[in-house]
């Protein structure tokens, strides 16, 4: 693959803290912006798959194509986001920007083991290694440290870990980064910067104020800015297979700016400095 595309794996100890919902929101983002993107849903739930809009059909999902990592085509076998035909008629555009979806399903959980050998955590990089045109991979994880995510870490040159201005997934957070250097020192010293997202944050609530602020002290200069907000109509915009830039609506403005403020950090980051 290139070497200008950014891979980056959204991840996080627990589940329900908005990995799939970041992924989805720089998606949404780098679709709005035209950066070619890819999506690996490495999630068995393939929570990003259904809402993005897309399903298997007679293409190989993510889970069978890891299994035949050396010889598996990813670029035969990505869907195209159901939300790439909705931007083209908002902005009529002739040229549609380009949104894939490398589909998932139950299969991949078969990696989902905390004993995976060394070269099966190289499957995805050999996969993604046989890919070009993206300047973006995004990699939506499981909630757990085991296999799939080990294997998503190992193909990223950036970690983004979501968590909730909560006491648990603060917790849970700062244990993650604790086995991210301990599997950077193991697997992947290349490995590049890890950060920090704030989800679903309420300005009205005193808890979130304590717990952002905590975070801030935890995570310093590796907790990116924006956080982003908690929005009402986020899960019917979920549901409906929307793509957030595209909701009509003038509600979603301000996490659509939050968004967009978030894929530049992405993009500008510089993948060879790493945190300590
Ligand atoms: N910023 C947000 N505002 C409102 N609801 C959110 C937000 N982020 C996530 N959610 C909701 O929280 C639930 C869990 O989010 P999800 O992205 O599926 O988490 P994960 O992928 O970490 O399991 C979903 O129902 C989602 O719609
Ligand atoms: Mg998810």
Excluded at 63 to 82: E, I, P, W, Y
Excluded at 90 to 99: C, D, E, M, N
Excluded at 206 to 213: G, K, L, S, V
Excluded at 236 to 265: C, M, N, R
Aim: proline share 5%.
């Amino acid at each position: 693959m290139v070497c200008s595309v950014h891979v980056v794996s959204i991840s996080s100890l627990k589940g329900g803290v908005g990995k799939t919902s970041v992924t989805l929101g720089l998606a949404s983002a780098a679709l709005a912006a035209g950066i070619p993107t890819l999506v690996i849903d490495l999630d068995p739930h393939a929570d990003a798959s259904t809402g993005l809009g897309v399903r298997s059909d007679n293409k190989q999902t993510i889970g069978q194509m890891l299994k035949n990592a050396r010889r598996a085509k990813l670029q035969d076998n990505v869907a195209a986001s159901a939300w790439q035909s909705k931007a083209a008629e908002k902005k009529s555009r002739t040229r549609i920007p380009v949104l894939d979806v490398a589909v998932g399903d139950a299969y991949t959980g078969i990696y989902d083991r905390p004993d995976l050998r060394t070269r099966d955590l190289r499957r995805l990089t050999q996969l993604l290694g046989r890919t070009s045109g993206y300047q973006l991979v995004l990699i939506d994880c499981p909630p757990s440290l085991n296999g799939l995510t080990r294997m998503a870490w190992s193909a990223s040159d950036q970690l983004l870990l979501v968590a909730e201005p909560s006491l648990f997934s603060v917790a849970g957070t700062e244990r993650t980064q604790r086995a991210l250097e301990l599997f950077r020192q193991e697997f992947a010293p290349t490995l590049g910067p890890v950060k920090v997202v704030a989800n679903r944050v309420r300005k009205d609530s005193a808890e979130h104020t304590f717990r952002i602020n905590e975070m801030r002290q935890m995570f310093g200069a590796n907790m990116l800015t924006p956080e982003i907000p908690e929005h009402p109509e986020w899960q019917q915009i979920q549901g409906a297979a929307y793509s957030v830039h595209h909701w009509p609506s003038k509600s979603t403005g301000p996490i659509v700016a939050q968004f967009d403020a978030l894929l530049k950090e992405v993009m500008a980051t510089d993948k060879t400095a790493r945190t300590a």
